[in-house]
């Protein structure tokens, strides 16, 4: 039986970045993962399916890592997750046109877990998901939406108060580490949009085309740090939120006053 799932897509040339991930609490989402790292960076690194069918020899190790980096404020990094007493790993990387695209990554508590029959249908599963992360990119960027300020944001006095820090463009609510890298950039750019004009509503292409933001000049996609962003913001339960209106638009909802502040250079 298939435990848990992660699917990991890339965030810069040797990193990946966790976008779902299901049976996790926390979720992980936007835990990096090095190209060659633990399973799921050695499966991206290789193009091939990596599996461990008893990982008592390494469990220790993977839990005192974890347990390093629990203090997501402290160390500006989210933690990976994973089953503390996993026996059977393996991670399944995702192909388009012969390009790794991230990887998908089980675990399970039985050692052995993995047999041929699960390789070739997660295999299956893997290509279609690959496929999938292609066609939305593609898909993405569609017509460019008004500049308006449509009122999406529930009237409340309460003050956010939000810490961008430009050295790795960290991301701080009232105090709560959100987000760095691109992601971080991405909302810090809406942020400033929504200060300066009241904007509230985005589109996809707006953003590819800004050069402010420095977005990565190799094929990446847009839609899937938009969703890791959205999918952090939610789980920390935090007074901004991004909302999906369409494809390849983007509504960006505040519950409250914005005061936003810049560190570094």
Known sequence: ?????????????????????????????????????????????????????????????????????????????????????AMSQIAVPLIVAGVVRGALFFESRARLAFTKADEAALSIIARQAALALAFSERNSEEAEVGRRAVQLSPATDRTIHVAHHRF???????????????AGRLLAFMLDQHLTSGRNEFTNREIRLDSGLRLPDFKDNLETRLLLLRRRLEEKRLPIRLI????????FEVEGRVRLSREGA
């Open 168 to 182: 790795d463009d960290s991301i701080f609510i009232d105090g709560n580490y959100v987000i760095k890298g691109v």
């Open 1 to 85: 039986m298939l435990n848990y799932l992660e699917r990991y897509a890339f965030k810069e040339r040797r990193q990946l970045v966790t976008i779902g991930s299901l049976g996790y609490a926390p979720s992980g989402i936007g835990s990096d993962v090095e190209l060659g790292q633990c399973v799921i960076g050695a499966a991206a690194e290789s193009g091939s399916i990596v599996k461990v069918s008893d990982m008592s020899r390494v469990r220790r190790l993977n839990a005192a890592v974890r347990d390093s980096s629990s203090d997501e404020n402290r160390t500006r990094s989210i933690v990976l997750p994973g089953m503390p007493d």
């Open 244 to 251: 999906r209106l369409g494809r390849g638009r983007i509504g």
